[in-house]
């Protein structure tokens, strides 16, 4: 497995990480426990060694299957995890980002993770009622406690990542990027690489999409968050077939699958970037990881840029709610 450097502060992962949220939520039924344990460890015996889950993930399900899991890779591994919300009663209360919370919520995250530090550690979405200086504030005293070794924002605006940046550096930002959402290359990516932070796109896939396994026809269970999601409301997903066939036709002429195409556009986009992929599947964890290996030419992104210069994405990929709590 080849390596990477997320930002400037000595963290080394695996090119691809794997996404855990989706083995215990958001993707219709949960994985059995010992399914989920299983493909968490095929991940490591293949060489990945970066883990991301969250607190809200379940929520706190996800990151005591992730603790049991990497027990016994510990120092092998990076684990990421996020704080953030209010939690109470198994439901989210809203945002929640002050200094008492994070330490709170942290004891309890290394509890449930079954180790003594969190290597990296995100603020899952920006509280606008607490200044992101005192956010970083503390994961800053959590880091010289030693029990956090890198700080890291999700779904940050520039002006945050920089006021951040200025009191704790940031290791790594994640947030959304794939061929069907080019949002972060305006001003997050430029931003990013001035200040050496690494980038860890999640939903690389588009949730799927760009696998070319959903089309139209594809209907989502009540568990699904998908099915709340305009991006993937019928009409939407068939208007944005075009991207899938042209990713169909990159990957016919490289002899690959379209996941492997979208996963090594990202890579190609810059050295610092680490796209997270999730699956339950082990068939569709060896071919997300055969991406690392797929070579795109320059004449191979020359036409996909081409090509994507005449397709226009219908649907917002949040629904209103969800999109007003990203955009504070």
Known sequence: ????????????????????????????????RNHAIDIIRAAVERGV???????VYGPFTNEEVVGEALAPFRDQV?????????????????LNSRSDHIRMTTEDSLRRLRTDRIDLYYQHRVDPDVPIEDVAGTVKELIAEGKVKHFGLSEAGVQTIRRAHAVQP????????????????????????????GFVPFSP?????????IDADTTFVESDFRHTLPRFDAENREANQ?????????????????????????LS???????????????????????????LTADDLGDIEQALD???????????????????
Do not use: H
């Open 1 to 32: 497995m080849k390596t990477r450097q997320l930002g400037s502060n000595g963290l080394e992962v695996s090119a691809l990480g794997y996404g855990c949220m989706g083995v215990s939520t958001s993707y219709g039924t949960p994985s059995d």
């Open 170 to 197: 940031v290791t790594a930002l994640q947030s959304e990027y794939s061929l069907w959402w080019r949002e972060p290359e305006d001003k997050i990516l430029p931003t990013l690489e001035e200040l050496g932070i």
């Open 49 to 55: 060694t970066l883990f991301d889950t969250a607190q």
């Open 205 to 213: 896939l588009g949730r799927g999409f760009l696998t070319g396994n």
């Open 269 to 295: 986009r810059k050295p610092w970037i680490v796209p997270i992929p999730g699956t339950t599947k082990l068939e569709r964890l060896e071919e997300n990881l055969g991406a690392v290996d797929l070579v």
């Open 310 to 328: 005449g397709i226009r994405i219908q649907g917002d990929r949040y629904n209103e709610s969800t999109q007003q709590m990203i955009d504070r």
């Open 242 to 266: 075009g991207l899938v066939d042209l990713i169909k036709r990159i990957a016919e002429r490289k002899r690959a699958t379209p996941a492997q195409i979208a996963l090594s556009w990202l």
């Open 78 to 94: 990076v684990i990421a995890t996020k704080f953030g919300f209010k939690l109470v009663g198994g439901e989210s209360g809203g």
